[in-house]
């Protein structure tokens, strides 16, 4: 059956209407909970009203929508083929020639580009308003309406500057003034070999990181061997950015699929181990696949010739059980791809790929029978 032929695009929609029906429904649930949790929040406090109840539900519901998307496929696609069942339309369907495989080829295409559309469009608007939400609750915590999450954690970065020569910076703390400026106190700067020799030291009271340029002032500058150094200003080029910093103190979901490579080249180069980065940029490559194989799984145990046969209620009960048990089995196999007790790429691919194979295997017999 043709994806563009009438067929398939009434199953398309079918699908889509039942996501979208499923999906604000859960969203909304989930952002009434959250609100009733701000309200909890707020209470007690003179210094902030329904404004933050509000930013607080909205920053946070596309962390909840990337978490519970599998299991809202899924059951779009249970209600989906259920509805197809009790209307009689998948026997007609088979009637008229057209096998289970070539009735779940559009809706597995539908499904699929779904995924794309999250992982290339969602996740870029998921990761600004995730990293949102941990600035807001920061500045709750703490009470200043300007406070980054990272302003009173300091700073311990590296940066690998060519094959020979490594670079830590350390400062004690910092403060975000402007959009791209940074501002540090009691900042040093260690230039470093291969071998973790130190070749030069640089010190400075303070300092601001404008793009890739840190501009030290009240600086000393040691060197084995020579005269210790005191310059009022001093400019210092770095690869290291405000986006970098941020990254660096902010958990991979916060950061977009399209900067991900980056990062994790980054802190490769640096030195620095990147398995949750690394973990987060494959897992958002394989969650298309992994829609389908729960879409799939879907189809072994709602779709029916009839309803009548009995069963109906176990059988959904059944459907969702086994997405529970792939999803935090997902989730287990992670962890231990995040631990290096298996690879990365196995840990990622491989709750896709076998639950895709047991739908098909089961599938392929259900049809046999």
């Not at 696949?289 to 069963?311: D, E, N």
């Amino acid at each position: 059956m043709k994806y563009n032929s009438i067929l398939s695009r009434f199953l398309s929609k079918q699908i889509l209407f039942a996501f979208l029906m499923v999906l604000i429904t859960i969203i909304g649930i989930i952002m009434m909970f959250d609100s009733i949790e701000a309200l909890r929040r707020i209470s007690g406090r003179d210094d902030t009203g329904m404004d933050y109840v509000v930013k607080y539900a909205l920053t946070k519901f596309p962390e909840s929508v990337d978490k519970v998307l599998p299991f809202v496929m899924m059951v779009a696609a249970m209600l989906t083929f259920w509805k197809v069942s009790k209307n009689n339309e998948y026997v007609i369907m088979r009637a008229s020639g057209v096998s289970v495989w070539g009735f779940l080829k559009p809706v597995f295409i539908t499904v699929f580009i779904v995924g794309v559309i999250n992982v290339a469009l969602f996740n870029p608007i998921s990761s600004k308003m995730y990293e949102m939400h941990a600035t807001l609750k920061y500045r709750f915590i703490t009470r200043d309406p300007t406070a980054m999450l990272f302003s009173s954690k300091g700073l311990w970065l590296r940066e690998a500057t060519d094959a020979n020569s490594i670079l830590v910076i350390q400062a004690k703390s910092l403060h975000q003034q402007k959009d791209e400026t940074l501002s540090m106190q009691d900042i040093s700067i260690l230039e470093m070999d291969r071998e973790n020799q130190i070749q030069r030291r640089i010190d400075g009271l303070i300092g601001e990181l404008n793009k890739n340029t840190l501009k030290l002032r009240g600086v000393q500058i040691f060197k084995a061997g020579e005269q210790t150094q005191s310059l009022p200003v001093y400019e210092y080029k770095t690869a290291i950015t405000l986006q970098r910093i941020k990254e660096n103190f902010v958990d991979p979901d916060a950061i977009s699929f399209w900067h991900l490579p980056d990062t994790i080249k980054f802190y490769e180069q640096s030195g620095f181990k990147a398995s949750r980065h690394q973990m987060r940029y494959l897992s958002l490559w394989a969650s298309p696949f992994l829609l389908v194989a729960l879409v799939l799984i879907a189809a072994l145990f709602s779709l029916t010739p009839s309803i009548r046969q009995g069963g109906v209620m176990m059988m959904i009960v059944l459907g969702v059980t086994t997405g529970f048990v792939v999803y935090f089995s997902s989730q287990l196999i992670y962890a231990f791809g995040i631990n290096g007790y298996i690879p990365i790429w196995l840990a990622v691919w491989s709750p896709a790929a076998i639950t895709l194979l047991f739908g098909i295997t089961l599938m392929l017999i259900k049809e046999g029978d």
